[in-house]
């Protein structure tokens, strides 16, 4: 069963570094999604792309982060300058139509230090 | 604004137990349901849903049930496994949103 990939798994960087988060979308999908999930909270929508533009974006996707489908494949997310409170675990989702489902990634580990 | 609420945790229950996590919402309009499991160590996995109200979503002997009228969408099983400890999120999402909105997450141990 085909699935959403990211890469790495787990990331450690210092604080005021630029990092960037990769995903592989399922193939056919059209839609592609950045959540996170700090330690012990709710996962939060971070942002949406599709036909290489933001669609929508939450009060929490800032100027510090920007998404990239730089090829036909990855779905990136960098974030420019990290502070502490980035720390989280970054999941990908992509659908094939808004009204579908939306299946996720195993998730990136972002420790900043 | 729309939102879900799921009891809160950890839940702790022997294995055989019966499970129910409760799980309502609040949405201007007719969402899709979600249960959503995170095993531990691993990403978020699609457990079952329902897009409208009465239907039934079931995988892996959970049931969830769509219930307008009270605006739940509470999660059950008849017997739980040791293998069934994960953090469990209840979600929804609206057509007219790209986001899906989460729950907080109910973490569920079972002892064997």
């Known amino acids: 069963e085909p699935e959403v990939t990211q890469t790495p798994s787990h990331q450690v960087t210092q604080m005021g570094q630029e990092v960037i988060l990769r995903c592989v979308p399922i193939?056919?999908?059209?839609?592609f999604y950045w959540y996170r999930q700090i330690l012990g909270q709710k996962v939060e929508f971070l942002v949406s792309f599709y036909n290489n533009e933001i669609s929508e974006k939450s009060e929490i996707f800032d100027d510090q982060f920007s998404v990239e489908r730089p090829d036909g494949s990855n779905f990136t997310l960098k974030i420019r300058s990290t502070k502490l409170e980035d720390s989280a675990m970054y999941f990908c989702a992509s659908t094939r139509r808004v009204t579908d489902t939306q299946y996720f990634g195993p998730g990136t580990r972002l420790t900043v230090l | 604004g729309d939102s879900v609420t799921q009891m809160e945790g950890p839940v702790t229950l022997s294995e055989e137990a019966f499970l129910t996590i409760n799980c309502t919402y609040t949405?201007?309009?007719?969402?899709?349901l979600f249960w959503y499991v995170q095993y531990p160590g691993e990403g978020l996995q699609l457990l079952l849903k329902?897009?409208?109200?009465?239907d039934k979503g079931s995988n892996k002997g959970f049931e969830a049930t769509y219930r307008k009228e009270t605006t739940s969408f509470h999660l059950e099983k008849g017997s739980v496994q040791v293998s069934d400890s994960a953090v469990y999120f209840c979600?929804?999402?609206?057509?007219?949103?790209?986001?899906?909105?989460f729950g907080k997450g109910t973490r569920l141990h079972i002892l064997p």
């Open positions: 193939s056919n999908h059209l839609y």
């Open positions: 329902a897009t409208k109200a009465d």
């Open positions: 979600a929804l999402h609206m057509n007219r949103d790209d986001k899906i909105i």
């Open positions: 949405a201007t309009g007719y969402p899709s």
